[in-house]
Each structure stands twice: as structure tokens, then as C-alpha cells.
């Protein structure tokens, strides 16, 4: 099961969370606000982790 862990502001900006999650082995799915598979580089895009890896992607986004 996926749990929303965070929203920003633009593709960039959830490409990086996305490298750093994954380099602390937590899973990552970058969904576009839309909904469409290639959304706007500019739109809002919504990051979402495993429910198990909740609590470790939230002790990453304290420490950073």
C-alpha cells in the first residue's frame, strides 16, 4: 500500500526528493497532480512511499 508523503511544487523539485529516498532505500512513485502519466514540469506532483518506509522517509525529511 502507497501513502501520499509529501507535495512540490514542481517536477524538479520531487525528482531530487525522489534521488534522495531512493539512495536511503525507500521506494518512490512521483504522481502528477493531473493524473496524467506525463504531467507539466510545472505542475504540483505528489510523492508517495510504501506504507512500511512511512516512518523512514519522515525521519529523512527531519535530518535534511
Known sequence: ??????????AYSAE???ELLNQCA???QVVPRSGLRE???FEIH???VPSG???VAEEILRKS
Do not use: R
Open 1 to 10: 500500500m502507497w501513502t501520499k508523503f509529501m507535495e512540490t511544487k514542481n
Open 16 to 18: 531530487i526528493w525522489k
Open 53 to 55: 518506509k512511512l516512518h
Open 46 to 48: 505528489d510523492i508517495y
Open 39 to 41: 504531467g507539466s514540469a
Open 26 to 28: 525507500v521506494s518512490v
